[in-house]
């Protein structure tokens, strides 16, 4: 399956570079995530994972470098062009980001209300659905302030998958979960992409997670690329932040 | 002072901007009558307990001042037409401006800035929901519908409390107190309230709200962009009045009083 040169990959990310506060965050990110496949961007804490995954979906604006999305370049397109785009790509905030003005059941309706669905029973209907999915069968009533952080990020991983869209991006749908329910949700990613088809890029610590869903692999240090490729290789690595990260991993489980 | 004056037009700028986006918004998106209407319930029915109080008790006590003063020079029957003028005019619309700019240019901003730096605007955004939209405009049509009937119950408040201190307590004859006071207010006077009023309710939502989007990172930011919401907005419906009143009796003089 591995040789379709000629599919165009999802996204194709080339010289990414951004700066915030004076500080350079992306410096020079390039790699591809091919459609149907899942990308993991693995990389230690403030490497810029999060802000390369706002990238994706047109939230942040490269100052250097482009972004395609299925071959479109997205820097240059204004917040009305880029809504179809971003209709079509779920995305798992880090901290769930969940609308607090709202229950856990208008949530997860929301981006299919505003995708233009006004059947309030199929909308029902895939509520219910999508809450059996990350195991919160019964909790449609309850306000995000009260909930526990791993509900929040479960109602939220809910909420990206609603409205079935092409893509996912989901920043590390896993941390904060006890082990249980981190693998059930690992299962259901996995899931998603064998049943859905679906192209997903995950940013995490969890290397058991990304042994399990990744297809391809990028290991973000302050900035850069350090490593793109399948996710057996990166065991082989011999760069010495990528040893320090396995390592420190190895230990933890131990 | 470089530094002052260049963060005050930046200030001014995002004001600009933001009132540009909303128009915008209004000529090509969808209005969302729902958010409008539960904004129109949360700006004007829930303010007007401030709003009532605040006229009745402005009316009262300008009321008792005035009557003092022209009692001495036996002119006591002025007291309804000045008491009016000064409700239509400036008092209605600056004071109820002011309380709802309290009130909820806070609330605008605590609201939007909470939900910029919890990522929830990116979430909208990323559900290809425009936060202006979505949150700005409702707000907007909301006061633009209950600012002038907020003026109007302050101005009417204020009268109702000024005419019985005048006639129950001072002893000044109804009819005659009312006499004076409609051949003395004209529909100009009420006009240029709720004129200003519409106008003050604008600033106080694209104030607040400006200063929501822009709010920095964490909740010192959040309560920072509330301060910020209520000073700003509540200074510049002061400093806008001032101008609005020269256009407006240009525009819509008063009566002459001739007793
Ligand atoms: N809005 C912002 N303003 C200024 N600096 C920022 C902002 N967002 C991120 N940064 C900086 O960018 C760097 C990368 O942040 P990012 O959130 O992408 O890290 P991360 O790799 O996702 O880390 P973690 O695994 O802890 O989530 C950090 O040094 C951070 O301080
Ligand atoms: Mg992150």
Known sequence: MDSLPDKLPFFEVEGLHQSLEGQEVLRGVSFSAAQGKTTVILGGSGAGKSVLLRHLNGLMKPIAGTVKVMGRDIGPLSERDLRPIRRSIGVLFQDGALFDSMDVSENIAFPLREGGERDESAIAARVEETLSLVGLHGHERKRPDALSGGMRKRVSLARAIAARPDCLLYDEPTAGLDPLLSENITRLIARLKDEMRLTSVMVTHNLGAMRFVADHVIFLNHGRVLYAGEPEGLEDSTDEAIRNFLDADALGRE | ?259
């Open chain 2, 1 to 259: 002072m470089m530094n002052w004056s260049r963060g005050f037009l930046a200030q001014l700028g995002r004001f600009g901007l933001l009132s540009k986006e909303v128009l915008a918004s209004l000529l090509h998106s969808g209005i969302r009558w729902r958010a409008v209407s539960s904004q129109i319930v949360a700006i004007g029915i829930g303010s007007q307990l401030v709003v009532i109080v605040t006229g009745a008790f402005t009316g009262a006590v300008f009321a008792a001042q005035a009557y003092f003063k022209f009692k001495e020079l036996g002119l006591g029957s002025a007291t309804g037409p000045v008491v009016s003028i000064a409700m239509c005019r400036e008092l209605g619309p600056v004071l109820a401006a002011l309380m709802v700019a309290g009130r909820m240019g806070s609330a605008m901003a605590a609201e939007i800035g909470t939900m910029r730096v919890t990522q929830q605007v990116d979430a909208l955004r990323s559900f290809g929901v425009d936060p202006v939209d979505y949150l700005v405009v409702p707000k907007f049509l909301a006061i633009l519908v209950s600012m002038p009937v907020l003026v109007a119950e302050a101005i009417w408040l204020g009268m109702i409390a000024a005419e019985f201190l005048t006639v129950e307590m001072f002893g000044v004859p109804r009819p005659w107190f009312d006499a004076q006071l409609v051949a003395h207010t004209r529909v100009d006077d009420v006009a240029t309230g709720l004129i200003k009023g519409t106008i003050f309710g604008v600033i106080i939502v694209i104030v607040s709200c400006a200063r929501g989007i822009h709010a920095k990172d964490g909740a010192v930011g959040v309560g920072q962009a509330t301060t910020r919401a209520v000073v700003d907005s509540s200074l510049a419906i002061l400093v806008v009045n001032f101008f609005l009143s020269l256009l407006l009796n240009y525009w819509l003089p008063t009566s002459s009083i001739d007793l």
